[in-house]
């Protein structure tokens, strides 16, 4: 229980750094360098007022020095690693897969929050994801004693990179194609491209952590997430876009506890 509750912890405290990232990457910032301050006041913000969720209550969620209102993404993005962290260990225990899927979730929380922002997913986790995940995932082939390596590992994250990225960029190819070839459509806001690049290399490195299998299936989950968020969207905003990658994100999560199940239940083996 207390181990609990330290890994809760630990995942609120790296939620405080991914929301660095989310603020920093998009603008090509050191995420290291310099310390945190408030993007009105500029004002450094001191390690008292950092303290995930406890802080941003006890200011009301406002800046010490300029009240200036902080974002409510900041705590949710600490309670949602928080409690993956928590789902991860208590699903893994302290093991090489925990180390790999909490690694992996961070990764999908930035680009999450990234693309909702700025529609947009940072290089640095996508390409960075696909190099991440493909070497973590060859290094679980090797066996010390004695020593062997088993290949099925680093081969099913090289699969799940092609088919992953290949999948998303062919349905996108044959959409364009058609859409705006074929049948001459206009460009939706000035775009002829219906799949962004960032969207293909985001799937590549889903399938680099978790497989060709799970690239797949979370390939089919997306859009049926994306479908009922995009219903609401149209409803209220007014928005015709939307960014896919938290859906993608959303789908990688489903399919990373699920698949197994979820493919059982398609091809009816138990
Ligand atoms: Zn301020």
Not at 65 to 87: D, N
Request: hydrophobic residues 50%; contains cysteine.
């Amino acid at each position: 229980m207390t181990l609990r509750i330290f890994v809760f912890l630990l995942g609120s405290i790296v939620g405080s750094f991914l929301n660095v990232c989310i603020h920093r990457m998009p603008l090509e910032e050191s995420v290291v360098w310099p310390r945190s301050h408030c993007p009105k006041c500029k004002k450094r913000i001191p390690g008292y007022d950092n303290i995930p969720f406890l802080s941003y209550i006890l200011l009301g969620g406002r800046c010490r020095f300029c009240k200036e209102r902080i974002s409510l993404r900041y705590p949710l993005v600490e309670l949602i690693t928080a409690v993956m962290f928590l789902l991860f260990f208590i699903n893994y225990g302290l093991s090489y897969e925990f180390i790999i899927y909490i690694l992996f979730g961070s990764g999908l929380i930035i680009a999450t929050f990234v693309d909702i922002k700025h529609r947009i997913i940072p290089d640095e986790i996508s390409i960075g994801g696909i190099v991440l995940g493909f070497i973590l995932n060859s290094l679980r082939g090797f066996n010390l004693r004695p020593f062997s390596y088993e290949p099925a590992y680093m081969v099913d994250s090289l699969l799940g990179i092609v088919i992953g990225g290949g999948i998303i960029w062919l349905t996108g190819f044959l959409f364009d194609l058609v859409y705006f070839k074929l049948l001459k459509k206009p460009p939706i806001q000035g775009e002829t491209e219906s799949m962004g690049g960032g969207d293909v290399k985001l799937l590549a490195a889903i399938g680099a952590f978790l497989g060709w299998k799970a690239a797949i299936l979370t390939f089919f989950i997306a859009p049926f997430l994306g479908a009922a968020v995009g219903v609401v969207n149209l409803l209220f905003k007014k928005d015709h876009t939307i960014p896919y990658g938290p859906f993608l994100s959303a789908g990688a999560i489903i399919s990373l506890f699920y698949a197994d199940k979820i493919i059982g239940l398609l091809f009816f083996r138990y």
